[in-house]
Every structure is written in structure tokens, then in C-alpha cells.
DNA sequence: GTCTATAATCCGATAGAC
DNA sequence: GTCTATCGGATTATAGAC
């Protein structure tokens, strides 16, 4: 909360502004992102409206530290997934992790997986965008060791990766909008079910054959 | 647009409720949801903002009748599957119909799976509600009647569906949010690449069978 | 059925006193 | 650095004339 990283510089906030980033994530917590307005958060930090302006240019920049936090905070269930001792162990940390993130942190989750245009920026700050890079390189990371170790089948791992995060994104806003009905502990068998489905497929032996032979056969065919 | 079928009535809406619906329907999605205000619905319909009320209740009544719109938007996309001839055909439709409805009516799209709370409802009518159980229905029939040719590995259709809808949501939302770098055409490629994935599965032979026989070590040891 | 006028609330942001 | 006062705008919804 206290220091945001660039390549050289390290900036560290007035304890007045930290108060009003801290109170801010707070109120987007609590009332999200439509219920977050530069005069509830002067009422919670205690002062008046005017004066969050002498720490903050508007309400967009507030915001964008705030975005700032959200990813501070999905890196840290993230990369906790290096504590495991293998590859399958890493990757099945960072499936709990993110899917626990999304359990935990439901407006977390909704800021960091929202285009920046509709949280109403303009565009996010460099360091920000780079853990987004960061984040992605972390899930190639994940799935190339195990392609590697001979778990998963080979294959661009940004293309596998976004056929595991999709499935794991639907997963989770699916579950927040109400559309299983299950409480938390179900929905997390549940997804365990799914993802075991994913690793196994959903189609039969046979279709595989078959849709492997049309494919040649059409191959074949086009090729005359 | 004109009658809202029950059980036992059908209520046609007078000309000018129509008129303001479908001038709700056009602002809706050419605004989205937080552009949406009685004012400029007033304002297209042509006529001043207390006029409204005297076709409608509150705003929110308006939005239920956009929502009923959405619903009966997206039905038509999925319905059209059940032209298919076979029940390979039919589920490739439907996902075909479902992933095009996504593209090509984003608003549509986030207002049908968006929590009734979440778009400032109450609840949705029961005749909206009966919409989605018939749709989950339709998957269900998809789904089975794959299992049945032999396509779809045996098991709960629901289950299966929750996956495979998952993934196809996950898919789209995530794009939508502007994720992918990738165009339309680059989108739909990605999907089948990645349809392909969830059918095959995305683990190894060697290693699903190395997660059966643990799972039989633990059942097992379990029941000593 | 539509209008004007208005109530009651909220918003972001600024000017200028202290 | 914080305050009061205010600008200029948005919103839903209603009262009462026509």
C-alpha cells in the first residue's frame, strides 16, 4: 500500500494520501463501483470533499490506485503457487489460488478483469499494465513445466491457457451471478468436477477418432 | 415486441408502451445500462420524461421489459439449432448460435446473464424466470441426445453443461473485456481451437491414467 | 395523455477564506 | 491543508394545469 515500483524509482505516498487509498478501497469493497463517489469517501476519511483534491488530481487517478491494489492483491493468491514442490503441485496451487481469489474478493476479482474503459479510465498506468504481463507469464510459466513434465499435452501454452482461463473466468462469474445454485462449498466440488472434466475431455474416444479422420480425410481432399 | 404470452393470457401492450420499448430496447443498447436514464428515453420517444409514467410504473418496470427483449433476442439465436439434423449438428449449431449471439449483441448478452440485483431489479417475472429454465432444458436435451449417439462421454448432462458453458462464457466475457488481442474472425478461431481442447481434454493419456490409478489408491486405503 | 414546474438527491470539481 | 459555499450538471419521480 505504501510504495509503488517503477524500473528506477520507488515513490512512496504522504500518509494522508495512503489513508485516503486505503479508505478508498474500503468503500469500493463495500459499494462497489457504482457506489463509489468522491464525497462517500471524504466522509470516511473524515474530511470534506474538497480537500481529497489536494491528494488526489480526481477521481479517476484514486481509482487507478485503487485498480493498483486489486492487482497487488490477485498476485499475492497467485504466486503462492511457487511454493509448491512440482510442477502438477505449482499448477494445481494457482488454479485454488485464482479460483479462491474470485471466492474471496468477488470486487477484487470484477476490477482486475475489467476493461479499463469500463471502470471509466482512460487507460491504466505502465507498472499496472506490467503485471498484467507479469500474470500472463506466470500461467505460461505453469502450464510449459508441465507440458514439459509430460502432464499436459503439448501445445502453445498461451493457447491452452486461455482455453483453461476461460473455463475457469466462466466458472467464477457464472457462480457470482447467481447462476448455480449452490453455496460456496458446492460450487467449489463443483469445480473441481469441471476441471477434472477439462483435463479429461468431454467427448468420447470414438468421436475423437472420428473427427480426427474427417479432418484428414478433408485435408486429403483439399489438397488435390 | 407485442404480447407477453402466460399460462393462460396473452396481454398486447398498448401502441405508445410498445413505442417507449422499443425505444428502450435502441437506447439500452446503444448507452448500455448506466446510460440508461427515463430523461433520454423521453427524450428519443419524443416526448417529455413524466410522460413515461403513465406507461410504466418506474424505470424499473421499463427494464423488464428490455430483459424480456434480451431473453427472447437470445432464444431465437439458440433455437434455430434444433434445425439440425443430427445431434452432432444440432449442439454444434447451438454453440455456434450461442457464441454469434454473443458477438453480435454484447449488450444483449451482458443483460441475460447478469444477476437481476445487479441490474437494479427486484426480480425478474415469472415469465422471464420460465425463459431461462427453458433454456437450461434445451442444453440439457443438446447434451443428452450427444451422450446418447455415442459423441459425449455418459454422465449428468447438467454437469457437463455447467462445463462446457463455462468455458463458452469465459470465452466470451473475456474477449469482451477486450483480453484477447485478436479480431472478430481471430475470436472465432480461437473458440474452435479451443472447443477442440475441452472435447480432447487437455491432459495427457499417461497422466489421466496416473490420476485414476491415485484416486483408486485413495478409495482404497479410504475403505480399510 | 401530455405538458410545465418542481421536489429531493446525488454527482465531480472549483474559488477563495482561513 | 482544510474549510464553507457554490457551480453546473445528472437522476427518479410527482403535482397540477390543460
Redesign the pocket.
Known amino acids: 500500500m505504501t510504495s509503488c515500483g517503477g524500473v528506477f524509482t520507488v515513490f512512496t505516498m504522504?500518509d494522508?494520501r495512503e489513508k485516503i487509498l486505503s479508505c478508498a478501497c474500503e468503500l469500493y469493497l463495500n459499494d462497489g463501483l457504482d457506489?463509489?463517489?468522491?464525497?462517500?469517501l471524504?466522509r470516511s476519511v473524515?474530511?470534506?470533499?474538497?480537500?481529497l483534491?489536494?491528494?488526489y488530481?480526481?477521481?479517476?487517478h484514486v481509482l487507478i490506485d485503487v485498480v493498483r491494489e486489486a492487482y497487488r492483491e490477485f498476485t499475492g493468491f497467485l504466486y503462492r503457487a511457487l511454493e509448491g514442490r512440482t510442477p502438477e503441485e505449482r499448477l494445481a496451487k494457482a488454479g485454488d489460488g485464482y479460483i479462491e481469489f474470485g471466492l474471496r474478493h468477488p470486487r477484487w476479482y470484477r476490477i482486475v478483469f475489467t476493461a479499463a474503459d469500463r471502470l471509466g479510465l482512460d487507460e491504466l498506468p505502465a507498472d499496472v499494465e506490467a503485471q498484467g504481463c507479469a500474470i500472463h507469464q506466470f500461467w505460461v510459466d505453469r502450464l510449459r513445466e508441465c507440458m514439459d513434465a509430460g502432464l499436459l499435452r503439448r501445445g502453445d501454452p498461451a493457447a491452452i491457457g486461455m482455453t483453461i482461463w476461460a473455463h475457469s473466468h466462466g466458472l467464477i462469474t457464472l457462480y457470482h451471478n447467481g447462476h448455480f445454485q449452490t453455496d460456496e462449498e458446492g460450487f467449489c466440488s463443483l469445480c473441481d468436477a469441471s476441471w477434472q472434466r477439462l483435463l479429461e475431455g468431454v467427448a468420447t474416444d470414438e468421436y475423437i477418432g472420428d473427427l480426427k479422420r474427417r479432418d484428414f480425410a478433408s485435408v486429403t481432399a483439399g489438397s488435390t
Do not use: D, I, L, N
Open positions: 504522504s494522508q457506489g463509489f463517489s468522491m464525497r462517500k471524504a473524515g474530511v470534506t470533499a474538497p480537500a483534491y489536494r491528494h488530481e480526481s477521481k479517476e
